[in-house]
């Protein structure tokens, strides 16, 4: 998957709250399989972005249990968090 598919499914998680947790799951499928070799800045943004997401808990009684976890709310920023990085 090249970085335009990532960055679609990163726009579609943001779209579509309903599949998000799929799309995320998706996206850090796809990013932990490119070659751990490849260090340009996309691919560190990409990665990094992918281990915040490890953090993604949508379900609330779940997400009561680790002071780590994140909501939605905090999921979107950092998602256009990093948009805004690779568009610069």
């Not at 993604?56 to 939605?72: G, I």
């Amino acid at each position: 998957m090249d970085t335009s598919q990532l960055i679609a499914l990163l726009e579609n998680a943001l779209k579509d709250p309903k599949n998000r947790h799929q799309l995320i799951q998706q996206f850090q499928r796809e990013i932990w399989d490119i070659n751990a070799n490849r260090n340009d800045p996309i691919t560190e943004i990409l990665r990094d972005l992918a281990y915040d997401l490890d953090f993604y808990e949508p379900n609330p009684k779940v997400r009561a249990e680790d002071p780590s976890f994140f909501d939605d709310t905090k999921l979107e920023e950092k998602i256009r968090e990093s948009l805004k990085k690779l568009s610069s």
